[in-house]
């Protein structure tokens, strides 16, 4: 296995260097599955138009699902000699079958190779998102229906700003993931052409058909371009920005979880099974998984960084530069599929705590504004002047160590300059929700639309099982 398959040219080995640098088999060894898929697909088609034998094609077919076996079983032993996972199954089928095996990389190229293989893995690592992602979405809508009467608190410039629902404030994230699910479905749709067959970037010298392994793959065709076919990342740039709008969606969450399961908010409060400990506190049990998460945003947006800087300035059409594109293709699907499947397992493991929100509404004065509305409302008072009234009446219960709903009639008509009283619960959060109009936003009724339109997109959205 130490002879490569390209050494004809050359009269010494490379040094030990270059082939440190040259190898990438201790990464793409992961694309092994769908190396041997398209090789299989590629030899079936040099089959079907005569190039090779269907004695060759069955010596060649039963060799890869042979070495898919050594390699799911770890049997086989990588090398840096032999630089990448293609060279390994090509060196290790003409091992098993000798002179035939020398016959499946008619053509092709490498160029091609790991671009339809890359285009194949990415492709994989989707459909497994969209399922994580479909989880997900179905979890915070199933919290927003059982939650549906609690009340939560409703932040600007992380102060405290109005009550709303809780499933409303699920619903936000619901969205926001729903949009990262339909810029999955566009990513999906950037790989759809098959680069297999463009060779090095001209096309093949053989009568080769490539509309055929592009729909033995379930492609929808050919690239239209060879050239374009080897050089294209754009479905990659395409992965990555997708990856990290998720994460920073992701990151977001759990920013307010980390800050609503402290001691001094706590709003929420997280299970063991997504919290851990301190070597030196006993008491502490921290919520290191929504840290971590919350971390991986800047790690996906590195690998994002990486590769647009790898691809800036670069020639048509393949360079060696690009090989290091499945470092990051990698690395971010990883944190992908952790963050998804995180995100679900702080949402199965929280509980939210009303008493507490309801107790800060109340001392942080969030019903001035509703005060000010009804003022507009019921007394005809201009807003401004209604503003300057609620926000006196706030700075007075401040100054006397109350709250709006324990001031006296005397009190109100003190600050106000004119009689002032207020409807019986009139300042409990719920009374306040239910004023709020409009459709998206927080009363109980738009509240309920939002969920029927949030279970139609799901309903829409997840029946398709190509997505």
């Not at 069955?58 to 079983?73: D, H, T, Y």
């Not at 729909?215 to 920005?241: E, G, I, K, T």
């Not at 401004?384 to 706030?394: E, I, N, T, Y």
Request: with cysteine.
């Amino acid at each position: 296995m130490a002879e490569k398959l390209w050494h004809g040219r050359f009269e010494k080995a490379p040094s030990k260097i270059t082939e440190e640098i040259s190898e990438s088999i201790s990464y793409d060894h992961a694309l092994y599955k769908v190396d041997i898929r398209a090789s299989l697909a590629h030899a079936k088609m040099l089959c079907s138009v005569g190039v090779i034998s269907s004695e060759d094609f069955s010596a060649i077919e039963k060799g890869l699902n042979q070495i898919e076996s050594e390699i799911a079983s770890g049997k086989m032993e990588f090398s840096s000699v032999l630089e990448d996972i293609h060279m390994h199954v090509e060196s290790r089928l003409i091992e098993l079958i000798g002179e035939r095996g020398k016959k499946l990389h008619t053509g092709r190229s490498r160029n091609d190779q790991v671009a339809v293989d890359t285009h194949l893995f990415t492709r994989k690592a989707l459909e497994e998102h969209r399922k994580d992602l479909t989880a997900l979405l179905q979890k915070i809508l199933s919290l927003a229906q059982k939650e549906v009467g609690k009340i939560w608190i409703g932040y600007t410039h992380l102060q405290i700003a109005q009550p709303v629902l809780l499933s409303h404030y699920l619903l936000a994230y619901f969205w926001q993931f729903a949009r990262d699910l339909e810029t999955l479905d566009f990513v999906y749709e950037s790989v759809r052409f098959s680069p297999l067959g463009a060779a090095a970037l001209g096309g093949a010298n053989y009568p080769i058909d490539r509309e055929k392994t592009a729909h033995d793959l379930a492609f929808d065709a050919p690239y239209p371009n060879s050239m374009d076919a080897v050089a294209n990342r754009d479905y990659q740039l395409n992965y990555h920005f997708c990856a990290l709008r998720l994460f920073l969606h992701i990151s977001r969450f759990c920013e307010d979880i980390v800050i609503y399961n402290s001691t001094e908010f706590g709003y929420v409060t997280l299970g063991d099974a997504v919290t851990t400990g301190s070597s030196i506190m006993p008491q502490k049990k921290n919520p290191d998984i929504a840290e971590l998460l919350r971390g991986k945003a800047g790690r996906v947006n590195g690998n994002m960084q990486a590769l647009i800087t790898n691809l800036k300035g670069l020639p048509l059409t393949y360079n060696r530069d690009l090989q290091e594109d499945k470092v990051y293709l990698f690395d971010s699907i990883k944190q992908v599929r952790q963050g998804l499947l995180g995100m679900l397992e702080i949402l199965n493991h929280i509980h939210f705590n009303e008493e507490r929100l309801l107790e800060n509404l109340s001392r942080a004065f969030a019903l001035a504004t509703d005060v000010a509305d009804y003022l507009v409302r019921e007394k005809n008072i201009p807003f401004r002047d209604a503003h300057r009234v609620a926000g006196s009446a706030v700075k007075f219960a401040e100054a006397h160590h109350k709250r709006l709903e324990t001031l006296s009639e005397k009190e109100w008509e003190k600050v106000a300059g004119y009689p002032l009283n207020f409807p019986q619960d009139f300042f409990s959060a719920q009374a306040s929700i239910s004023r709020r109009q409009g459709y998206g936003s927080t009363n109980p009724e738009a509240v309920s639309v939002q969920i029927q339109e949030a279970a139609a997109f799901l309903e829409k959205n997840v029946g398709d099982t190509k997505k």
